[in-house]
């Protein structure tokens, strides 16, 4: 199975700051790769796919980069409604795998 | 405006069975990758299954014999079969689409397995 590995685990960050969340593939994944947001007690939400399409109606702030077995998800500016858990998702074999979450906490 | 309502959760005895409905408006189960994932309690997610346009399936090992996927064409709905459960079963249930990724998600079903 391919493991994913996020970092950090969490992360304190004011409005306004720029927060990067990487992800890491135990192996090669080309770029089948999906990053979601989740705010507690609702269903995730699509925002980025193939590693750096931006998902229609998702702000712009939010951008996803990497190929292979590195990849980044990066918001540029932290807004109040940004503050949520953040996984990432390998699609290239099976079984599909996600990352153990990045929980964004307000400073 | 795509909507997934899932259905069938509940507290269910270990070794019990139940059966998750996710009824599908704005997209057709049937042309899309449909897949249940799910949430344990403060855990991160888990993808269980999927089920191909073309129809072929693919599970997670930790279900792998003991959950069926499938979907009725003719009422827009996915299934997921899941028997022998055990307690760590117990999760979140949502039923999401449409492709590699989860484009689309509904609000969940839970499903508590516990004597």
């Known amino acids: 199975d391919i493991q994913m590995t996020q970092s950090p685990s969490s992360v304190s960050a004011s409005v306004g700051d720029r927060v990067t969340i990487t992800c890491r593939a135990s192996q090669g994944i080309k770029s089948w790769l999906a990053w979601y947001q989740q705010k507690p007690g609702k269903a995730p939400k699509l925002l980025i796919f193939?590693?750096?399409s931006l998902q229609r109606g998702v702000p712009s702030r939010f951008s996803g980069s990497g190929s292979g077995t590195d990849f980044t998800l990066t918001i540029s500016s932290l807004q109040p409604e940004d503050f949520a858990t953040y996984y990432c998702q390998q699609a290239n074999s099976f079984p599909w795998t996600f990352g153990q979450g990045t929980k964004v906490e307000i400073k | 405006e795509v909507q997934l309502v899932e259905s069938g959760g509940g507290l269910i005895q270990p070794g019990g069975s139940l059966r998750l409905s996710c009824a599908a408006s704005g997209i057709t189960v049937s042309s899309n990758y449909m897949s249940w994932v799910r949430q344990a309690p403060g855990k991160g997610l888990e993808w269980v299954s999927v089920?191909?346009?073309?129809?072929?399936?693919y599970y997670a090992d930790s279900v792998k014999g003991r959950f069926t996927i499938s979907r009725d064409n003719s009422k827009n709905t996915l299934y997921l079969q899941m028997n022998s459960l055990r307690v760590e079963d117990t999760a979140v249930y949502y039923c999401?689409?449409?492709?590699?990724?989860?484009?689309?998600w509904g609000q969940g079903t839970l499903v508590t397995v516990s004597s």
């Open positions: 999401a689409g449409a492709g590699r990724s989860f484009d689309y």
């Open positions: 193939d590693a750096s």
């Open positions: 089920i191909y346009s073309g129809g072929s399936t």
